[in-house]
């Protein structure tokens, strides 16, 4: 075994391919650990951690790429990088042979009709070219984060004053004019509108509205921060006006983690005078505050969804707390789970890839549990001081930093929540696992796929030390994604996973099984 | 009629910068798409990038 590193001086590559071109030498059985990367402080940071940190590496900046890599006394280097530039040029050429500008300027001049510009560049460098987008004119959605406060205050004034969408930054979700951008749905066509700020809260409920037989016209996302003091939800002001303004859009959803009060107020007067009728979710936050305003408060993202629904239906819209299914038939399934747990499984292990998912499951769960812990828990107490290693009850939200360092997004490579599955399946105090399953296009082609074989060593370990392992499970996808909906549904229900309509409703499922076992 | 409303009259004609993936989901979508083989100004030296920006 020994240390081996490249240096290649000014010369650039995208981090995600890079982690992919990684994760492709991993495969090798003569290399142990391998990292292939630009030389930023985070990388460096991860060789260091990796034991890959020569002193080549330590030189670099981070306009340089590196390769460095452990691995049997066999292995070539000239041979690796010819295998790195071999996937580094599949990946340039697995779409079709288009001409590639290489400056937004030289885009337009391609296509000088563009209206919107999509931009996942790393955050550092995104101020000053979504600045450039918008001088021209352009629509913007803003996936990329590390995007600073005072940047996005900036650039969303800016956005403002030109009458143009600043969608972020950190938007994985929108819809423009039925197309899907970044991580969204193949949602039906029909006169629900929605600003969101919670990137998978957004999917969930455009998902439900699809599955309760209405549509969308238009799913603007704002990013997170949108309606924090600083930036006032200028994106969701912006937002409501062109909803109210658009023929196609009869109710407007809003949707968003609990503002800051003052930016509440301005968004809810704002609603107030809304020609159109609103449906608000500020997920766990004041509903009453919400009625006060004149629209409809919403408990879940299910019950946001099924407003919406019954608003654009002309009906009385109604709070949904319950099951679709019977509460009989529920309670049946319930008993059948837990009369096959040993006498020792009390735990609950949340395992999810959508952040605003997991917020819903805890705040569902935390008004009859006391002690939730998770990687971003409601009360600092809970915080898990390993998030690699659950405690007691937890929910994990896999799409945080902390989890993504060096690798894509959980919803993009489910890979580290298998792993992550299989570990629960050892805890013989473990009974259950709850999680979802994010379709649409920016999605995995099949994130149920590839937890099938994790899922079921998770149950067959839990089986063999004498318990039982519940998997429960809601999938966030439509007929129309590009994933096959049924047959993601069959694959896990063929392994016995017990699948829920919503999320709401899994967390829900799991809470009855927590009352009757802890 | 407002910019964005404009935007939600048009076929999208969406210029892409980053992730491969975006487009090749556009394109799968039979969607207008450019994608920019984007590199950072100045190989991200932050004062060269600032003083190009400066000059447009």
């Known amino acids: 075994m020994g240390l081996k590193s490249y240096i290649k001086k000014n010369a650039y ?16 059985e003569d290399i142990k650990e391998v990292i292939v990367g630009m030389g930023t402080p985070l990388n460096k940071e991860l060789a260091e951690n990796l034991g890959l940190l020569t002193e080549d590496v330590k030189a670099t900046t981070q306009n340089d790429f590196f390769v460095s890599l452990e691995g049997e006394d066999t292995v070539d280097m000239d041979q690796v990088l010819t295998r790195i530039t071999a996937l580094l040029n599949k990946k340039k050429t697995s779409g079709d042979q288009d001409y590639r500008p290489a400056t937004l300027k030289s885009a337009l ?50 956005a403002k004053e030109k009458g143009l969408l600043m969608m972020g930054p950190d938007c994985g979700t929108a819809i423009i004019n039925h197309t899907p951008l970044a991580f969204a749905n193949v949602i039906k066509p029909g006169n629900i509108g929605i600003v969101g700020a919670s990137g998978t809260g957004t999917q969930e ?180 001081a390993d998030v690699f290693k659950s405690r007691e009850n937890t929910v994990v939200d896999l799409g945080e930093d902390e989890f993504t360092v060096g690798k894509p997004h959980p919803m993009i490579d489910p890979s580290a929540r298998g792993e992550r599955m299989k570990q629960e399946g050892r805890d013989e105090n473990v009974a259950l696992v709850l999680m979802d399953m994010v379709l649409g296009y920016g999605s995995h082609q099949d994130p149920a796929g590839e937890m099938i074989e994790s899922i079921k060593e998770a149950k067959a370990t839990m089986a063999s030390n004498g318990g039982h392992l519940t998997v429960v499970a809601s999938v966030c996808g439509t007929e129309g994604d590009p994933q096959d909906l049924e047959a993601t549904e069959q694959k896990l229900k063929d392994i016995g996973v017990i699948l829920m309509p919503s999320n709401a409703q899994a967390v829900k499922f799991v809470d009855k099984i927590m009352k009757r076992i802890s | 009629m407002s910019k964005i409303n404009e935007l939600f009259d048009s076929e999208l004609r969406v210029i892409n910068l980053g992730l491969e993936s975006f487009s090749e989901e556009l394109k799968l979508q039979k969607k207008e798409v450019v994608h920019v083989e984007w590199r950072p100004v100045a190989g991200g030296n932050k004062k060269l990038r600032n003083i190009l920006n400066q000059l447009g």
Do not use: W
Not at chain 1, 121 to 134: F, S
Not at chain 1, 364 to 371: G, K, T
């Open chain 1, 109 to 158: 001049k391609v296509m000088p009709e563009a209206n919107l510009a999509l931009f996942s560049i790393p955050g550092e460098y995104a101020y000053d070219e979504v600045k450039k987008a918008l001088d021209e004119g352009l629509h913007v959605m803003l996936f990329s984060d590390n995007v600073t406060m005072d940047e996005e205050k900036k650039l969303k004034d800016y």
């Open chain 1, 205 to 384: 409920v455009s998902v439900l509205i699809d599955k309760f037989g209405g549509g969308i016209s238009q799913v603007i996302g704002t990013g997170g921060r949108d309606l924090k003091e600083p930036i006032g939800g200028t994106m969701m002001l912006m937002g409501i006006d062109a909803l109210e303004d658009d023929e196609k859009t009869e109710v407007i959803v809003l949707i968003s983690k609990p503002p800051h009060e003052s930016i509440a107020k301005k968004i809810l007067e704002r609603v107030k005078k809304c020609k159109k009728t609103v449906v608000v979710d500020f997920i766990g936050g004041d509903t009453k505050m919400i009625e006060s305003y004149g629209a409809h408060p919403c408990i879940s993202l299910e019950d946001a969804a099924q407003k919406a629904v019954a608003v654009a239906k002309g009906d009385t819209p109604k709070d949904f707390t319950g099951f679709t299914m019977d509460e009989g038939a529920v309670d049946e399934m319930v008993e059948k789970e837990v009369q096959q747990y040993s006498s020792n499984q009390k735990y609950l292990r949340g395992l999810y890839t959508g952040g605003t998912l997991a917020d819903e499951a805890m705040m569902i769960l935390s008004e009859s549990m006391e002690a939730l812990y998770s990687n971003k828990p409601k009360s600092p107490e809970f915080k898990l």
């Open chain 1, 13 to 28: 590559y995208d981090s995600v391919v890079l982690m992919q071109v990684t994760k492709e030498l991993k495969k090798s």
